[in-house]
């Protein structure tokens, strides 16, 4: 399904006002500042690094004076997850709401630039609609998801539609994985919340994929399917219908290999039937889709939440071989260089950090960080990891606890590794609820020099030492804050499903507010942090 509007006096309704031309940045020269200091993409760059290594002014020795510059609150909601991580190009931050909104605020002050509408795009769709991955912006253009299946293009100046493609209408389709633009193309992947539904449910038509659209119209060029068409092939207790095979979703970010066009991403599990490319690692040609390479990291995953029902037999499909894990990988590729080679690793749920020759898919190295946990995939490596040249920094989730590490790139040595400190749940605001709190990582990880960046489930930001793992700065989000757009929040567990810390021209950002859920009478918040 289309829905676009293309200049021809065609306008959006947008839910506040624009930001007027005079005090707008011009289009051709919103990267003012230099893309240098930019955090254009959830990956920062195409090479997945999430490490900016044009920041100067946050290091080892001034994190300490990180102060709250400003926050910005969410109305209360059905959805208070704050999932969307922002995006800084020049002087101003682009990241999506809970509550269905789209937001411009200046980076510095968060003055309001400009705000989208998303209910205003197919307004009679009734799901539930929020952006829930992370824009990319790109030659004034802003790029990024919902939770209906739209994949939209703004303005980055104005706010205005350029197009909103519908690029799956599956009632369960949704984008998690944050858009990235290359030579002219925005890439995409399609996951699902289908394995979620219940028992009555014709389980499952889904098909993950891959999508390359054209950055300038939303016209599809091409589709890597991850799974082959679903068929019915017999019935559930239930008497719903059964089909197979279904799921793979690309929950994550893809990445590129400029130097040979390659694009890698990750697939997730099976939710019916076990076929197709689950908990694979994807080497695709960036240009036609076509596949350079896989390296499916499971013999067999094929989960969905029923398989966690106190009674799952008859729902669950892998309880009787034990293939019911969910050990997908979620986390989004970093490429790197280790001498005159081209690595891309990518970490598991199962807790495996995995690495491979970028040209080939031989596999280099493994190495287990998490400790494996079936029927969840709960306390591996969630969303993703940063590479700083040196090392790469990968945290896992609840894996008592979570930790952060710091890995030799050519070999996968663990140099260092800091577990999320005891503290965590009898200190600040996550201390009044210990029976939520857990000592667990769910964002990526982000790095800038010197430092590495990550929230926790206890609600609190750390900045830890590159060479050491010694935290050096903590703020707990757990607390009422005032924003400026007027609205009180609080802060709960640190963006989990994929949003961590961006580092940008002095500044620190963060979207805090997702499961578990602490007590709050009103929404959650953006908060941004500077010396």
């Known amino acids: 399904m289309r829905a676009k509007l293309l200049a021809a006096g065609l306008a959006v309704v947008l839910s506040a006002s624009v930001v007027s031309a005079a005090s707008a940045t011009d289009e051709s020269t919103v990267d003012s500042r230099g893309p240098g200091g930019d955090w254009a993409t959830w990956t920062h760059d195409l090479q997945g690094s999430r490490h900016n290594a044009a920041e100067y002014r946050i290091n080892q020795r001034t994190v300490g004076k990180l102060k709250l510059k400003w926050a910005f609150a969410y109305p209360p909601s059905p959805s208070k997850a704050t999932r969307s991580e922002p995006a800084v190009v020049g002087d101003t931050i682009y990241f999506g709401g809970p509550e269905g909104r789209f937001y411009a605020r200046d980076a510095r002050t968060g003055a309001q630039r400009w705000t989208f509408d998303l209910h205003s795009v197919d307004p009679g769709n009734a799901r539930f609609v929020v952006a829930w991955d992370g824009p990319a912006v790109a030659h004034g253009t802003v790029y990024f998801g919902d939770t209906r299946g739209y994949l939209y293009a703004l303005s980055a100046r104005t706010g205005t539609l350029k197009w909103a493609e519908r690029i799956d209408s599956h009632p369960y389709a949704m984008l998690t994985s944050s858009p990235i633009v290359y030579r002219g193309r925005v890439y995409v992947g399609v996951s699902s919340a289908e394995n979620t539904a ?28 991850t799974v082959p068409e679903p068929k019915k092939v017999g019935t559930y207790p239930s008497g719903a219908d059964k089909l197979e095979p279904s799921g793979v979703g690309v929950w994550s970010s893809p990445v590129v290999d400029p130097g040979t066009g390659t694009v890698f991403v990750g697939t997730g599990q099976n939710y019916t039937g076990s076929a ?46 034990g293939s019911a894990l969910d050990y997908d990988i979620g986390a989004t590729p970093n490429i790197f260089r280790v001498g005159d080679r081209t690595l ?3 970490g598991q749920k199962l807790g495996v950090y995995h690495v491979f020759d970028a040209r080939t898919g031989e596999v280099v190295w493994r190495r287990q960080l998490g400790v494996p946990l079936p029927s969840g995939g709960i306390s591996g490596i969630q969303w993703g990891s940063s590479y700083d040249g040196k090392r790469l920094y990968i945290s896992t989730y609840y894996a008592d606890p979570g930790t952060l590490f710091a890995v030799e790139p050519a070999t996968g040595k663990v140099l260092w590794q800091t577990p999320n400190p005891a503290d965590g749940c009898t200190t600040g605001g ?12 769910a964002p990526a990880a982000t790095s800038s020099p010197g430092l590495v ?65 602490y007590p709050s009478a009103g929404g959650h918040v953006l908060l941004a942090f500077g010396l």
Not at 300 to 316: H, I, K, M, Q, V
Request: proline share 4%.
């Open 198 to 225: 219940g028992r009555d449910y014709p389980c499952c038509s889904f098909r993950g994929h891959l999508d390359a659209l054209d950055a300038d119209t939303g016209e599809l060029d091409w589709r890597h399917y």
């Open 276 to 321: 197709g490319d689950f908990d694979t690692m994807l080497a695709l040609d960036a240009r036609t889709g076509a596949v350079r390479w896989k390296n499916q990291v499971t013999a067999a995953d094929t989960w969905r939440s029923l398989c966690n029902d106190p009674e799952p037999a008859g729902y669950c499909p892998g309880l009787a071989d």
């Open 344 to 346: 891309v690793g990518v």
């Open 430 to 441: 996550a201390a009044r609820y210990p029976d939520v709190c857990s000592l667990a990582h």
């Open 453 to 517: 960046w990550e929230g926790s489930n206890d609600g609190k930001l750390r900045a830890y030492a590159a060479d050491t793992g010694r935290v050096l700065w903590t703020y707990d989000t757990i607390r009422d804050v005032t924003g400026v757009n007027g609205l009180t929040g609080r802060g709960s567990a640190i963006s989990g499903t994929g949003g961590g810390a961006v580092i940008s021209h002095g500044m620190v950002y963060v979207q805090s507010g997702y499961a578990p859920e």
